[in-house]
């Protein structure tokens, strides 16, 4: 079973990526939420276009074009009113900035980076996301001095490197997709005891980490291919939820632990701009982090 996206598929614009979420987010907004009326003869769930615009102050027929994903120019301050109109979050904001500001590379550009290299090859028109020998024993060396369970992933959340307790508490595995083990595999989501919440936490993360690489057609491929054996995750997408870290503590039913409890960071890496440190430290009170250290580990509170 593939773990990692090829790019068979040719990427959406940005302006159809753009669209389509300002669409579903109207769609997802109630009039009550913004101060307008609501007639019992009202037949549109969410706000209509022509409220979307009285509110952010544009045109009907331009935030028209705008759903349905025309090149057509929007400015900083008209993508803030937008935002207000439809009361989106610090983080769908960033989403939106990101989506707008994103430039699809040159012909030569894109060919340089499809380039194959050591760790991942990236497909057409891709990124790489790989790392050399030298730099994976860094970053190996990196999670191995880390006492609770930590790993570093892809865009993907394809592992890179991981220390041997993300292993022993979660089967986490290098080379395997976290993301697509978790729609794909019951077993591994099983012992997750809050698993709505971390699903809508990962496919979030994920919409947001497709935003930072625009250009990369895998984010889709990978997409389209979760939505197809996953209803959850298909559910999840169409919503274009939106989230650049966890806003859920992980509770993980271990077999042979039991319960344990962790609050999830995910850290940038500075040498390395696609990478992600995802580290879980253990809840105060809950036991955890004597249940690590019956494992013979030092766990960091």
């Given amino acids: 079973m593939p773990t990692h996206p090829s790019a068979s598929h040719q990427v959406r614009s940005n ?170 595999d019951p077993e591994l989501a099983r012992p997750h005891v809050h698993k709505e919440m971390m699903a809508r936490s990962m496919v979030a993360q994920f919409r947001a980490q497709s935003a930072k690489f625009p250009d990369d057609p895998r984010f889709d491929t990978m997409a389209r291919s979760l939505c197809e054996v996953s209803k959850a995750f298909n559910e999840l997408w169409q919503r274009q939820v939106v989230s650049d870290s966890y806003h859920v503590d992980v509770v993980y039913d271990h077999p042979t632990l039991g319960r344990l409890s962790f609050a999830p960071m995910v850290l940038g890496v500075p040498q390395f701009p696609a990478l992600r440190l995802f580290t879980y430290l253990p809840k105060s009170g809950t036991g955890t982090q004597a249940s690590l250290l019956g494992l013979g580990r030092k766990a960091v509170v």
Avoid: K
């Fill in 15 to 184: 302006h159809a990526r753009l669209g389509e979420f300002f669409r579903t987010r109207r769609e997802q907004t109630r009039p009550e939420d913004v101060g307008l009326p609501v007639s019992p003869r009202r037949r549109t769930p969410g706000l209509r276009r022509e409220e979307v615009a009285v509110l952010a102050n544009v045109g009907v027929s331009w935030y028209t074009w705008l759903e349905q994903g025309r090149a057509i120019g929007a400015s900083a301050e008209i993508l803030d009113a937008i935002a207000n109109a439809l009361q989106l979050s610090p983080e769908d904001r960033t989403y939106v900035r990101r989506l707008a500001s994103g430039r699809r590379p040159s012909p030569a550009a894109g060919n340089r980076q499809a380039a194959h290299s050591g760790f991942h090859e990236a497909g057409q028109g891709g990124q790489r996301f790989d790392v050399d020998n030298t730099q994976l024993a860094l970053l190996q060396q990196l999670v191995d001095a880390m006492a609770n369970p930590s790993y570093i992933a892809d865009p993907f959340w394809t592992v890179v490197a991981m220390n041997a307790a993300a292993a022993d508490t979660f089967d986490t595995r290098v080379g395997e997709s976290c993301l697509h083990r978790f729609f794909t």
